[in-house]
Nanobody, 119 residues
Framework: QVQLVESGGGLVQAGGSLRLSCAAS????????MGWYRQAPGKQRELVAS???????NYADAVKDRFTISRDNAKNTVYLQMNSLKPEDTASYYC?????????????WGQGTQVTVSS
C-alpha cells in the first residue's frame, strides 16, 4: 500500500516561514514528478509547485520567489520551503506523486496539511 505522509503545516504570522515535508511510505517504487497543491475554502485545488525526478521545477506565479520545492530521491521525499508567507497562502496543502509500477504510472495524494497565515 502506497501512502504519502505530510508534515510541517501550522499557524504562522504574515512574513513568516514554514517547511512542508511529504514522504512516501514505501520506497521500492520509482517516482516521476512530485508536487504540492493547495485548496482554500470555496476554491478549486491549484498547483503550487512541482519537481521532476531530475530536479526541474515549476511554480505558480503567486509563489515564485517565495517558495522553493526540492526532493530527495533516495528518501522518496519532497519538500516545500515557504518564505514571506501571506494571508492568501492560507489553505490545505496536498502532496502529489506519480509512482511508476510494472503496468504503468499512477498518481497518489497525501491527506493534506493545513497552513494558516495570520495578518
Amino acid at each position: 500500500q502506497v501512502q504519502l505522509v505530510e508534515s510541517g503545516g501550522g499557524l504562522v504570522q504574515a512574513g513568516g516561514s514554514l517547511r512542508l515535508s511529504c514522504a512516501a511510505s514505501r520506497s521500492t517504487f520509482s517516482i516521476n514528478d512530485m508536487g504540492w497543491y493547495r485548496q482554500a475554502p470555496g476554491k478549486q485545488r491549484e498547483l503550487v509547485a512541482s519537481i521532476t525526478r531530475g530536479g526541474r521545477t515549476n511554480y505558480a506565479d503567486a509563489v515564485k520567489d517565495r517558495f522553493t520545492i526540492s526532493r530527495d530521491n533516495a528518501k522518496n521525499t519532497v519538500y516545500l520551503q515557504m518564505n514571506s508567507l501571506k494571508p492568501e497562502d492560507t489553505a490545505s496543502y496536498y502532496c502529489n506523486a506519480e509512482f511508476v509500477f510494472a503496468l504503468g504510472a499512477r498518481d497518489y495524494w497525501g491527506q493534506g496539511t493545513q497552513v494558516t497565515v495570520s495578518s
